[in-house]
């Protein structure tokens, strides 16, 4: 380790307490992007004064059709520019216990064995513990007399948890700007419970989508309200047309496969690279007892390791998040519906596009006649929407598993997770970057009640202090290499 | 007209003030079967009351394990003995808006166009108006001087509203004290709008039951809560395995065909007694009124007239009354949901048992492989469920037609109503008594705000005075003539 690198480590050590100060500081604003204007705002302010007490030569907050974005610019004249992707914006809190602190946005510091410490609070861990502690790492190299190794321009979206629908357009007009990155950085604490280091090179997209059968656009059954049942024997049902419809496109014999024209045209097999990841992943992947935390007895065709991954993360999806018609109350109310609603989604998977599923459904719902059922899409919902990639073999990618074999752990790398994000924002025209997010520590219950970020943890699970260190020694890797 | 019936009849107009006031005391009791036992107790003691004030040697207060059954016997030494079916429970009034009177059990009479006067209140029409319009008919022949032309033995309910769960019991307990009577009879209003009577020889039966298909019984998909939808690509669905078990139960190109097997084999066809009622029914029926005020604009097939009749008739049914499966609010939640539950009915007909559908469900599921998912029925909510016929040429229901024609209406008679009620429980074992249910005036809005009961008509709607003296004269013609 040169002077400087163990320097700065003991100034972090030195000023934790105040590092933790500066985390609780910023989980108490409310930012709650589907509630609090106010507070969202609020906390724009708070991370644009960050940027700017951490010498950003430009610091703006760019007005969005939703919540802001916080844009800063840090010139350190370095070779690499790195764009660093944040969110500040929290999830609601209504109808959730918290038994940890008696208030979500007055976060406490608690042990929680296996933890002796950590930060209870909304945010905790998703996303501002991760956020601060790159910040404090930014601020004690500084602190240190040192440059930062690498040049940095921040994007901090206020609207991550109403699906990142304004972050496109922000790119596209601060494109000018933005395009001399080359490569983008999400921090967060990938470690799990057990204190195993998990890295993702990409992600699932997702489209979301209604199926609507009525009376009033098929023309037939009721039209405007239920009807009484007993005129069932002579009036059609909205409802048996849509499960006919809905059933017209799985396999009875296997639902898991979706018999609609061309639908997995587009699904590209696994690459080489992917194979060879996929095979090292098997190795520890356990998949007993990702089922049991799952409350799952069998995955599909009883699959096991390198199969299960396979098709785990290679496979588009067709699922009913849910469906809502008629009476649903207790026991039974004799009406014939007038409307089914069926909320849709589909996974999206290399080498897929964002339009092609709802195009492919209407083309097969018009192919049997069902033309009156309808697909309704809500594009403020479908902000995260595309699938993204990045090389293992990208600068960015080596950098980091070096830095976490640095700090004695050998990630287990996925080619992408099978949970949807924005990052196809950054890795897809017109950026085209490399993305990872990275780093040490462990948080949980992200959306739940007593959500926590582990700040002193234990011999396999780093505290904060050491997710700080390893955004240095990162930084200084990316300082020092190509990152594409 | 002979001189006694005169006389009742002027009688009823001298006091027709005090008849409205006897239903207003009955209606502002609050007897909701399903909320207020305290209310149904005071309500069935009222009625007590007037059974004693009436003169019944026998009145009891019969408890059940459900709400008491208010039964009282009349004595009038007469040829014919003759079972009144009365129900003295309302249904729930919250969530309800009344306009016409700030509290359902607080009844006014008001001018509600085309009507002079109406009476609105909870239970107004369904069933305390025509209830007590009966009683006060009995009031008026006993203060003129004259004995009852019938014995009467009368059976208050109080959970119609609950579904009859505890009247066959109560049937089968007394049915010693029941079985000389040689018809049932149940007071109503039973003139539409327009004025036109109307006369149901019967009723269709219904069976409700939920299907429901869980991860936990299949043993596949999520079993314990709904898990995240990234998993969807290796984890089983039970709502797709539930679409599929209901599509394989009707015909994709015309849902109203059932193709469970047997499931049409005990649906007899019209006899030529029904036939010609049928017939004569389609001379009146004018199918483009009824589409229009259900909402509905095609019937199957386009079916009209004596077609159209035939097929709401004749047919049974296997009809989706609601669907409720995981996320059901606003926009979207990436969720595999780990159940679903289908709320469903079928209404039978002659000759139909009540215990096949269920069968023929199971077994259809079954051979399917569908072993897992669950038929749910709730006895409870099974009270009124099998169909019931009477004959046209019953004694009853020819005093019945011949008491109308008097008052100037031709009775539009139905083989049996597309509804259901309790009246099997009279019509089969072991009582198997003819049924009728009659009355002149006019009611609407059950179940409903500002439910109403006429009391003064027009022209061609009777109002409380022609409707109690139509009770009166049917009373002396079922004396007079062998009723079954």
């Known amino acids: 380790?040169?002077?400087?690198?163990?320097?700065?480590?003991?100034?972090?050590?030195?000023?934790?307490?105040?590092?933790?100060?500066?985390?609780?500081?910023?989980?108490?604003?409310?930012?709650i992007a589907a509630e609090n204007p106010e507070g969202v705002r609020r906390c724009a302010q708070k991370l644009a004064n960050y940027f700017e007490e951490l010498g950003c030569k430009k610091v703006e907050i760019v007005e969005t059709a939703g919540q802001p974005v916080v844009y800063a610019?840090?010139?350190?004249?370095?070779?690499?520019?790195?764009?660093?992707?944040?969110?500040?914006?929290?999830?609601?809190?209504?109808?959730?216990?918290?038994?940890?602190?008696d208030d979500p946005f007055d976060p406490k510091l608690v042990e929680l064995p296996p933890f002796k410490k950590v930060l209870v609070g909304?945010?905790?861990?998703?996303?501002?513990?991760?956020?601060?502690?790159?910040?404090?790492?930014?601020?004690?190299?500084?602190?240190?007399?040192?440059e930062l190794p690498v040049n940095l321009k921040f994007v901090a979206e206020g609207e991550e948890e109403l699906g990142s629908a304004h972050l496109k357009d922000f790119i596209k007009h601060r494109i000018e700007e933005l395009k001399d990155a080359q490569a983008c950085f999400s921090p967060s604490a990938s470690q799990n419970i057990k204190g195993e280091v998990t890295l993702s090179l990409g992600c699932k997209g997702v489209v979301e989508f209604e199926l609507e059968c009525s009376g009033e656009s098929w023309g037939r059954g009721p039209t405007v309200r239920p009807i009484h049942s007993s005129m069932a024997a002579a009036v059609e049902s909205p409802i048996w047309r849509m499960i006919h419809a809905l059933a017209s496109m799985t396999d009875p014999r296997d639902p898991m496969k979706v018999v609609i024209e061309g639908f997995y045209d587009n699904v590209?097999?696994?690459?080489?690279?992917?194979?060879?990841?996929?095979?090292?992943?098997?190795?520890?992947?356990?998949?007993?007892?990702i089922a049991e935390e799952l409350g799952v007895k069998h995955?599909?065709?009883?699959?096991?390791?390198?199969?299960?991954?396979?098709?785990?993360?290679?496979?588009?999806t067709l699922n009913i998040q849910g469906i809502q018609a008629g009476y649903t109350g207790p026991l039974f109310k004799t009406v014939?519906?007038?409307?089914?609603?069926?909320?849709?989604?589909?996974?999206?998977?290399?080498?897929?596009?964002?339009?092609?599923t709802v195009e492919k459904i209407r083309k097969h719902l018009d192919k049997l006649g069902y033309t009156d059922i309808k697909i309704n899409e809500y594009p403020e919902a479908n902000g995260v929407d595309d699938w993204s990639r990045t090389s293992p073999k990208a600068?960015?990618?080596?950098?980091?598993?070096?830095?976490?074999?640095?700090?004695?752990?050998?990630?287990?790398?996925?080619?992408?997770?099978?949970?949807?994000?924005?990052q196809a924002i950054f890795t897809k025209d017109p950026l085209k970057l490399p993305f990872v997010s990275a780093g040490l520590s462990h948080g949980a219950r992200a959306h739940a009640p007593d959500e926590y970020y582990v700040i002193e943890g234990n011999e396999k699970v780093k505290g904060l202090a050491h997710a700080e260190k390893f955004f240095v020694s990162l930084l200084y890797k990316l300082g020092e290499r190509a990152l594409r």
């Not at 690198?5 to 030195?14: F, P």
């Not at 105040?18 to 500081?25: A, L, S």
């Not at 014939?336 to 092609?356: A, D, G, Y």
Request: contains cysteine; glycine residues 4%.
């Open 336 to 356: 014939l519906p007038e409307k089914i609603v069926v909320k849709m989604e589909s996974r999206l998977v290399p080498n897929q596009t964002t339009t092609e």
């Open 122 to 146: 909304r945010g905790a861990i998703n996303s501002k513990g991760p956020l601060v502690a790159f910040l404090n790492a930014l601020f004690s190299i500084k602190a240190c007399g040192e």
């Open 1 to 31: 380790m040169n002077q400087s690198l163990k320097q700065i480590h003991e100034y972090i050590d030195e000023h934790l307490e105040e590092h933790v100060e500066r985390i609780k500081e910023f989980v108490r604003i409310p930012s």
């Open 299 to 316: 995955f599909y065709n009883d699959l096991k390791g390198k199969e299960l991954l396979l098709k785990m993360l290679y496979s588009t």
């Open 395 to 422: 600068g960015i990618v080596q950098a980091v598993i070096e830095a976490y074999r640095e700090y004695g752990f050998e990630p287990r790398v996925w080619p992408f997770s099978l949970g949807s994000s924005p």
């Open 73 to 101: 610019h840090y010139d350190a004249q370095a070779r690499n520019t790195l764009l660093v992707y944040l969110m500040y914006d929290v999830k609601q809190v209504s109808g959730e216990k918290w038994t940890l602190t």
């Open 268 to 289: 590209a097999p696994p690459t080489k690279e992917d194979l060879e990841l996929v095979e090292k992943l098997a190795q520890t992947y356990d998949e007993k007892a």
